[in-house]
């Protein structure tokens, strides 16, 4: 509790700005301002100097190398050759028709990567029969609740990728050498960054125009080491048959091939390379490096390769480039990855990393995550060679004109290669942010070799030579299955081949020219990829759904669970015989069991949102599972209030950090409030919901602007610690006494530590996604690259809650392409005691996968608003319940088979009920990859780690709502909402409380007992009025009702009126510190950060200054302030805001709706502004003014604003210096308006 310092005392009221810092110098006896230290510090040393004789970019090499060279040196795409060459060197290094379509063509026409739906369903890398990339076989990890996530959309002014790489000095020893690096200002080198740093210059320019020595920081010359990243073809593996070499896709049978025609010796050829090309970099670095490890300039010619290393000054290399560049009939390409992954480990383990920079000179680096992968493993820079000629290939073949028909007026209007490769790296650039973002890190120099990954499926011997130190928990695919894969790509691209050069005698020479393959990675297509979601099954489902079939769902059962044994870890599982035998001789006939109508009770449908699927399935949901005893989930998108009073209400109402549609009314109508966290189909990232889905009935259930499209921002921006959370928990909570609150993670390592902060944090609930699961869009990257299989989720959040002893105190629920009996039960025995479904009741309801939910033109009307498609929908409750109804009745069976009466019996019992199926393992994938699987994590008996704690939910967190301030406040006004309730008038109430900076979310108790009686509209205007003295906690007034007025004399906390649903509250300072000489409440700190966040109805008056994030997603309030901190007004969609002070940096990014008006009478305010969907004028108009000068007036009224006071005294004066800040498309929507009420009123005179 801080002390009640006398207001009287009290010089200055401030805050802790972002990046700066606080001083307090007890020899001086005063706070040192954060400039002065900064200039104290930067004085110090002569750095100017320092940076000016020492720093070099790459960009200013390639200006010198252009200076003696042809300006063909610029052109991205370097590699002009025969097509049929250019198509073998894409199937050699992995490339694919989806790949071409689905990946490239998106960045390089749009630059930005390519949207997809309804998650991943695709077999795990190492289950997979087909040769997948190295880069498959991880996965990105992200902030949940530990730190938050960066908004790289709206916030990107503090992310970089520009990072100084080479050889460094001692940090702990400031000096000229510390400046010495070559910055490069994007990690995604053009053709002629990359030709430059071969050859690097030897002299630098500096601003006086003096040329000086240009030096590492080792005083050394900046010179380049071309390392070969090959290794040679084994001949037998190199003899495909026919048939394999010329199918579309790829086979288990043709791998096999390579696998059993491999010799003796090829078993080990690629980690033979890779210690070899390990010792040649670090022989590179002491400058020992022999030829026979570099690439010749003649070795190149003929591949169109770029590089020599000739060292003649014994210095050695302060630049290594790995180059796969040789890699053609006669050798196979290590996967890059493996190669930058091992050479950075090497050169840490001997101590060189520091004394060289490593690029890679890529054949397979071809989308998003590969470059995150490659710059997290330890990479400087990437020139994704084939890559870029996979986009003139593109272009060459029509593709691109093609996509762009609509865009072009003629052929000649095509973007040409060069402009493909610019958008192609822009696309990279905004997707490698993205990626870091998701783990909160904001530059690249920060992410680069942070191994911010999990393996998934990889061998420790891979892991711990390549990534030491990456999680990786199963086990897996060793180096040979790995060249495998490599040999059968090399052999299917070159077996037909026949080059102008030398090959090995083996190498069959045919005029076939093999065709880029389908796999099916994202799209199922026979006899390719497996995938969960098969059409028979589908067609099984939907019979089962319409018919009530068992027979029918028997059929999808089996057709699912054998999907599931190519696809996903649960699939290798197994019932353990001895535990069917027991179950056997206990006796218990399905009689026994827990009837199918309790069961249902445990299954949710999934946090679908109103928008992104159509009001017409979204509703249908909430039907069947109101009628089960099951709940559904609104989603972030809100729900219209008139769905609470019947069938259709949603039982889960979620809260996302969109905040849309969240009112005290909307939680106050649920069973369980669920915070998402993060979403497992794209974790780390926000929702996202197109324009053209947002329609005016989207828009109104939201709080926006039709036809805009919306982003959540991936961070809650009221969570940034754990404890932050807690705090949201205690405000929805407050909320809503009687509900639960839930918080919703995803799977990946660590989860489970994060858990048992969330459970301490007092949740109710814990929800455990797998990284698989649907979504209406997000890119490519987060759906398949991002998130881990529930079943380690569950398994680890299990053990972990178990082993802390705190399991029993809450509700463990998983999602994530659950679809059958076996995978519920698999899901209990592992800890989970709910379970939440999207794509299978979505396929019950008619969904056919079509996966174009984010285009809106959904066939069947779930998952679009165009109301032509929505009148197509056919789908029935009915065949929700049913789906649900022949579910539990399957479970039901297994529950009796292992002896078990119920659910509960069957919670966290993995160890004792499950184990892998060594068939399963045969059987199924390749043996290559599967023998290397370890599954014991899975199935750790979480009993053993406590004995003596509780498997699952027995006890009721306490929230200690009874001790909040809010308990007497309800009593006094009690009798006014039982008046308004009987339709009885009352008269307004004031009261007075006195409170410290413990007591949070007051007036939130009282606002829920309000919204469910009263209903949305609340008390009349001022019916309640509350007094407040001192400085109170955190949440203060959070979704406050209408008809309560909080009047506070002192200051407020974080998150004051955080989602404001009516209410209004007043902060002004106390009457004694105002009569402290020289305090002038406008130059002071009133409210802390977030106030307003999410706010959507009701009015603010702050006598003072606000701090960061100042009405965020505020979407139908006023709010007047003194000034705020950074980022007001961000995503804002409604109400307006006066800000009668200064503002702070990336003022309006984001925002839609709502106007703002901004005194700027220093002209300062445009720099400040965000201008992406914003534009600033004059107030315009006497309309305007008047409501402006009204909303000025109101805050005087309220808290006898000096400021307010000037301004009116002034008013013509003042008006001058007022900046509009009106959003593009509000503009839009405001006009059409106006023009249909013009129409309106003159055809009815």
């Given at each position: 509790v801080l002390p009640q310092v006398p207001q009287d005392a009290i010089a200055i009221r401030a805050r802790l700005e972002p990046g700066k810092m606080f001083l307090l110098d007890f020899e001086e006896g005063r706070i040192v301002p954060d400039d002065e230290i900064k200039e104290r510090?930067?004085?110090?040393?002569?750095?100017?100097?320092?940076?000016?004789?020492?720093?070099?970019?790459?960009?200013?090499?390639?200006r010198e190398a252009n200076t003696e060279s042809s300006p063909t040196q610029n052109q991205q795409i370097a590699f002009p050759e025969d097509p049929t060459v250019a198509t073998r060197r894409l199937v050699m290094h992995g490339y694919t028709t989806e790949t071409m379509e689905t990946l490239l063509a998106p960045m390089a026409i749009g630059a930005k990567e390519g949207l997809g739906s309804m998650g991943n369903d695709a077999a795990l890398a190492v289950l997979s029969l087909e040769p997948r990339p190295v880069y498959d076989y991880f996965k990105q990890l992200f902030a949940q609740v530990t730190n938050p996530p960066i908004d790289p959309i709206r916030e990107e002014l503090v992310m970089s990728l520009v990072c100084p790489v080479g050889p460094e000095a001692n940090v702990l020893k400031p000096s000229a050498e510390n400046c010495a690096r070559l910055v490069v200002e994007h990690p995604v080198l053009t053709t002629a960054e990359f030709e430059s740093l071969i050859q690097p210059p030897t002299t630098k320019t500096l601003s006086s125009g003096e040329t000086v020595p240009l030096k590492t920081a080792d005083g050394r010359q900046w010179r380049a080491a071309t390392l070969d990243t090959t290794f040679t073809v084994n001949d037998k593996s190199s003899m495909l048959s026919s048939r394999s070499r010329n199918s579309l896709t790829y086979h288990h049978?043709?791998?096999?091939?390579?696998?059993?025609?491999?010799?003796?010796?090829?078993?080990?050829?690629?980690?033979?390379?890779?210690?070899?090309?390990?010792?040649?970099?670090?022989?590179?670095?002491?400058?020992?490096?022999?030829?026979?490890?570099?690439?010749h300039r003649h070795q190149h010619q003929h591949l169109g390769g770029c590089s020599v290393y000739s060292d003649d000054s014994g210095e050695g290399a302060s630049i290594i480039i790995l180059s796969d560049a040789l890699a053609g009939p006669g050798r196979i390409p290590v996967p890059s990855l493996l190669a930058v992954g091992a050479v950075h480990q090497h050169l840490l383990r001997t101590g060189q990393r520091g004394k060289a920079a490593i690029f890679v000179d890529s054949g397979d680096a071809k989308e998003v995550h590969d470059m995150a992968l490659l710059l997290g493993f330890g990479c400087d820079g990437i020139y994704p060679r084939v890559a870029y000629q996979a986009l003139a290939k593109l272009r060459a073949d029509g593709l691109v004109g093609a996509r762009m028909r609509n865009l072009v007026s003629s052929p000649d209007d095509v973007p040409d290669d060069d402009a493909l490769a610019k958008a192609y790296r822009k696309a990279l650039a905004k997707g490698v942010l993205k990626v870091m973002s998701k783990m909160g890190i904001s530059t690249l120099q920060s992410y680069k070799g942070a191994q911010i990954f999990e393996a998934l499926g990889l061998h420790p011997s891979v892991v711990d030579f390549c990534f030491a130190g990456t999680p990786s928990r199963i086990g897996g695919a060793g180096f040979e299955a790995l060249q495998a894969d490599a040999e059968f790509l090399h052999a299917v691209a070159w077996n037909g081949y026949s080059p102008k050069y030398s090959i090995p005698p083996s190498v069959t020479v045919e005029p076939t020219v093999p065709r880029l393959p389908n796999p099916g990675q994202f799209h199922y297509r026979n006899a390719a990829e497996a995938h969960l979601n098969t059409p028979k099954s589908m067609v099984y489902l939907q019979e089962a759904a319409r018919r009530n079939s068992h027979k029918a769902f028997e059929d999808y059962s089996k057709e699912v669970n054998k999907s599931n044994q190519a696809c996903t870890l649960r699939g290798l599982l197994r019932w353990r015989p001895e535990a069917l035998a027991k179950g056997a001789r206990s006796g218990i006939k399905l009689d026994d069991v827990e009837p199918t109508k309790e069961i249902v009770k445990r299954f949710v449908t999934g946090a679908m949102s109103l928008g992104s699927i159509s009001q017409e399935a979204h509703e249908a949901l909430a039907v069947a599972m109101n009628s089960l005893g099951g709940r559904s989930n609104t989603g972030e998108g809100g729900e219209d209030p008139i769905r609470f009073e019947d069938n259709r209400r949603s039982s889960i109402k979620q809260v996302a950090s969109g905040r849309f549609g969240v009112t005290s009314h909307y939680l106050?109508?649920?069973?369980?409030?669920?915070?998402?966290?993060?979403?497992?189909?794209?974790?780390?990232?926000?929702?996202?919901?197109?324009?053209y889905k947002v329609s005016e009935y989207i828009a109104q259930c939201r709080g926006t602007t039709p036809g805009v499209g919306l982003i959540s921002p991936p961070p809650h921006h009221d969570i940034y610690s754990i404890e932050d959370l807690a705090q949201l928990i205690h405000d929805l909570k407050c909320a809503n006494p009687q509900g639960q609150v839930s918080v919703k993670l995803v799977s990946e390592v660590g989860v489970g530590v994060v858990a048992a902060g969330v459970a301490k944090a007092k949740s109710d609930h814990i929800v455990v996604s797998g990284g698989d699961g649907g979504t209406g869009a997000a890119a490519w990257t987060?759906?398949?690259?991002?998130?881990?299989?529930?079943?380690?989720?569950?398994?680890?959040?299990?053990?972990?809650?178990?082993?802390n002893g705190l399991r029993d105190r809450v509700r463990l629920q998983t999602d994530g392409q659950l679809k059958t009996a076996r995978d519920v039960a698999i899901a209990a025995a592992l800890g989970a005691e709910e379970f939440a479904f999207s794509t299978g009741p979505l396929i019950a309801l008619g969904c056919i996968m079509m996966r174009k939910c984010h285009l809106n033109?959904?066939?069947?009307?779930?998952?679009?608003?165009d109301p032509e498609l929505r009148a197509k929908f056919e789908g029935q409750p009915e065949h929700v319940i049913n789906f649900f109804w022949l579910l539990a009745e399957e479970i039901r069976g297994i529950l009796s088979n292992l002896g078990m009466r119920s659910m509960d019996e069957l919670i966290g019992t993995a160890g004792e009920v499950l184990e892998v199926d060594p068939l399963v393992l045969r059987k199924n994938g390749r043996p290559d990859k599967t023998r290397g699987l370890d599954l014991a994590p899975l199935l750790q008996p979480a009993r053993e780690l406590n004995p003596s704690a509780g498997l699952f939910k027995v006890q009721d967190q306490d929230h200690e709502l009874e001790k909040k301030a809010d308990v007497k406040l309800i009593e006094?006004?009690?009798?006014?909402?039982?008046?308004?309730?009987?339709?009885?008038?009352?008269?307004?109430?004031?009261?007075?409380?006195?409170?410290?900076?413990i007591d949070r979310t007051f007036g939130t108790m009282l606002s829920s007992v309000i919204s469910k009686r009263l209903g949305i509209k609340g008390l009349p205007d001022d019916s309640v009025t509350i007094n407040l003295h001192g400085s109170t906690g955190q949440s203060l007034g959070f979704t406050l009702a209408p008809g309560i007025t909080i009047r506070i004399h002192g200051d407020a906390n974080d998150g004051c009126a955080k989602g404001l649903s009516g209410g209004k509250v007043i902060v002004r300072p106390a009457n004694e510190q105002l009569e402290v000489p020289g305090f002038i409440a406008s130059d002071n700190v009133i409210v802390g950060n977030v106030a307003c966040y999410g706010a959507t109805n009701g009015e603010v008056f702050f006598r003072g200054k606000a701090g960061e994030r100042f009405c965020v997603r505020n979407s139908g309030a006023l709010a007047v302030v003194e000034g705020v901190g950074d980022h007001g007004c961000e995503y804002m969609t409604g109400g307006r805001v006066v800000c009668l002070g200064s503002t702070g940096r990336n003022f309006a990014a984001g925002m839609s709706g709502g106007i703002a008006y901004i005194y700027d009478p220093h002209a300062v305010f445009s720099d400040k502004c965000n201008p992406g969907m914003v534009k600033l004028t004059r107030v315009p108009g006497s309309e305007d003014e008047e409501e402006l000068?009204?909303?000025?007036?109101?805050?005087?009224?309220?808290?006898?604003?000096?400021?307010?006071?000037?301004i009116l005294d002034s008013w013509d004066s003042s008006l001058e210096h007022f900046v509009r800040v009106m959003p593009y498309d509000y503009e839009r929507v405001l006009k059409e308006r106006a023009a249909i009420q013009e129409k309106q009123q003159e055809m009815a005179a």
């Open positions: 510090i930067s004085a110090s040393k002569p750095y100017d100097s320092w940076i000016d004789q020492r720093r070099t970019f790459l960009s200013d090499w390639v049978d043709a791998i096999s091939e390579v696998l059993q025609e491999g010799n003796g010796d090829g078993a080990s050829a690629l980690e033979t390379a890779l210690r070899e090309l390990c010792e040649h970099a670090s022989a590179a670095v002491t400058a020992s490096l022999n030829e026979s490890g570099a690439l106050a109508n649920s069973d369980q409030i669920q915070i998402k966290m993060a979403q497992g189909a794209k974790p780390g990232e926000g929702g996202e919901l197109p324009g987060g759906i398949k690259c991002a998130g881990l299989p529930w079943e380690l989720g569950v398994a680890e959040t299990q053990q972990t809650l178990v082993l033109t959904c066939p069947v009307g779930i998952a679009t608003q006094q006004v009690m009798p006014m909402i039982d008046a308004y309730a009987n339709g009885k008038p009352h008269e307004p109430i004031e009261l007075d409380f006195t409170l410290t900076n000068k009204s909303y000025i007036q109101k805050h005087y009224d309220a808290t006898n604003s000096d400021r307010a006071k000037s």
